[in-house]
Structures are given as C-alpha cells and as structure tokens.
C-alpha cells in the first residue's frame, strides 16, 4: 500500500504580527531559512518601518 502524502492547509502554517501596521502575516516559503528575523509581512511596510498606516 502506498501512502499519499497529506496536503498542509494554510491555516497550519505559523503566523506573526507585522512590527509596521499591526496585521496578522502566515509564513512563507521564500521565508523558510529566515523565519526567526522576518518582522514585516510586505516590502511597504518594511520600507515604511515605525510608521502607523
């Protein structure tokens, strides 16, 4: 018998809160090596920093 591998659901995945505007942002894989140093969930507010939208 062979095993089918399950599918992940994107709810599985970990989530942070972006340092910048506040909002909740899930894991992605070109962030897998970098997940510990990840603070912003887009390149708007990583530009943006400390700034509240």
Known sequence: ???VPRMIKKSD???????SC?????WR?????????VKFCSDRCRSAK???F
């Open 50 to 52: 400390n700034v509240n």
């Open 1 to 3: 018998m062979v095993s």
């Open 13 to 19: 995945f970990p989530s942070k809160i972006c340092a």
């Open 29 to 37: 894989k070109k962030w897998a090596r970098d997940w510990d140093k």
């Open 22 to 26: 506040g909002r909740p942002f899930s």
